[in-house]
């Protein structure tokens, strides 16, 4: 007994290392993991605070180009109602029945951006107070942004598209092809459509929107275009190249989309625990 | 020794919200950032009590990782590198450090860039390496750890130049 007393206290610095080491990995593997970080996340009051008072400054340095893109936002969508026939591009708005299913729009401001770290994660001034939940997506008016992971009371974290934990179901706007969203790391404005199959019609410039397979985002919102395409090395899929719409260094106004019937579809899908 | 306490108080939170509210969004060509931080650690007096240390080197990285979202990458390299720092400083001062005598102020100016060079390094190592966690990327890892240390390196060479009160 005497001997194991003196061992801890002969290695007592090494051992505090080994301890300390332990917890600072489960937190890292824990964020590597879609939905895990459960302590380590900036939607908590001091942080939140911290970012959001900050915010409050910075964001006079960004009014004018936020105010030009709000300006097209507006100008896209007198166009939509000025135009009773939907033949405008990739608007998501026009398609109001979404194939039956209700979605809900909240406006956000966000308060913390990130795009050059492999796993992002973006701050919003929205939370559980504005009932956000987790798995709500995040759009902006040009393009999809993101999936909402952690929630304060004020304020909610956002796994953004530049997130290699994310998976977003995507499909070609002509046809019905889809595939998987990711991110390989390298450029914040270029993300990889997976597994297209071979036979899709693919054309560089074509329009990527998504597939409302999934029932976080609804059917038709726009992600970006086509920039380059080659067959993966099994030779049986397509890895598509895809240039965003939003320009992921440059954003502020963001919109909540809550899909109101989820309850119900998540009843159905799962398999109900008996 | 209660005046120390307070002023390393103050350089640990201004150091910590330096990093998260500025030099986070530096993004130098695209993804460079300086992690100033470290030099906390770096110039953090030499004594014998190393338990303090180690505590306050982890909180220091795990406060980062709360405000950037990244788990635990920040707080396992600061804490690595404030466990080496021994093995370190006797490499690089030698006997200077044996007699526990090491002032940072008046040490030899190339012997305290080897000694800023090989800790910063060692920290965005074990920092990308963690945050990008695969070993098929080892090459992005190598890349990110080469050009971020270099802006680490000259940032906190350039900060302890500014603000050592020598003149």
């Given amino acids: 007994m005497q001997q194991i007393i003196k061992f801890f206290l002969r290695n007592k610095t090494f051992l505090l290392y080994l301890f300390l080491l332990s917890i600072a990995i489960v937190f890292t593997i824990q964020s590597h993991s879609y939905h895990k970080s459960k302590f380590i996340n900036s939607a908590n009051f001091v942080t939140g605070g911290i970012y959001n008072s900050t915010n409050n400054l910075s964001i006079y340095f960004s009014l004018k180009s936020q105010n030009l893109l709000l300006q097209e936002e507006n ?187 989820k309850s119900e579809i998540n009843s159905l899908i799962k398999p109900s625990n008996e | 020794m209660n005046n120390t306490a307070i002023s390393f108080s103050v350089q640990f939170i201004v150091l910590m919200l330096a990093q998260v509210l500025v030099l986070n969004h530096i993004n130098f060509l695209g993804h460079i950032n300086p992690y100033l931080y470290v030099l906390f650690i770096l110039l953090f007096p030499i004594n014998n009590n190393r338990l303090v240390f180690l505590l306050i080197s982890f909180a220091l990285g795990l406060g980062i990782d709360i405000f950037s979202d990244s788990g635990g990458v920040h707080a396992a390299a600061a804490l690595s590198i404030a466990f080496i720092r021994p093995v370190v400083l006797k490499f690089c001062f030698g006997s200077v450090y044996e007699h526990q005598t090491i002032k940072f102020k008046n040490v030899d100016f190339g012997a305290k860039v080897i000694y800023f060079i090989i800790l910063i390094v060692i920290h965005h190592f074990i920092l990308f390496a963690l945050e990008i966690f695969n070993l098929r990327d080892i090459i992005l890892v190598l890349q990110k750890t080469l050009f971020s240390s270099i802006f680490t390196i000259i940032l906190c060479l350039m900060a302890t130049i500014i603000f050592s009160r020598k003149t």
């Fill in chain 1, 75 to 261: 100008a896209r969508l007198s166009s939509i109602v000025y135009t009773p026939n939907d033949t405008v591009n990739g608007s998501f708005i026009t398609d109001t029945i979404y194939s039956g299913v209700n979605y809900k729009f909240t406006p956000a401001q966000v308060i913390k951006n990130s795009y050059s770290a492999t796993n992002n994660v973006l701050l919003i001034n929205r939370g559980k107070r504005d009932s956000l939940k987790q798995d709500f997506g995040v759009i902006t008016q040009k393009g999809i942004l993101g999936i909402v992971d952690r929630t304060s009371n004020k304020f909610a974290t956002v796994l953004s598209i530049l997130n290699t934990n994310i998976k977003i179901s995507a499909q070609l706007k002509n046809t019905n092809h889809f595939g998987s969203l990711m991110w390989d790391t390298k450029s914040p404005q270029v993300v990889q459509l997976h597994e297209i199959s071979k036979i899709a019609p693919l054309k560089k410039g074509d329009t990527i929107v998504t597939s409302g397979r999934s029932i976080i985002f609804p059917k038709g919102i726009p992600v970006g275009t086509i920039k380059d395409f080659r067959l993966d090395s099994a030779e049986n899929f397509y890895t598509v190249d895809i240039q965003l719409f939003n320009d992921m260094t440059n954003i502020e106004y963001v919109y909540i989309i809550e899909n109101v019937d």
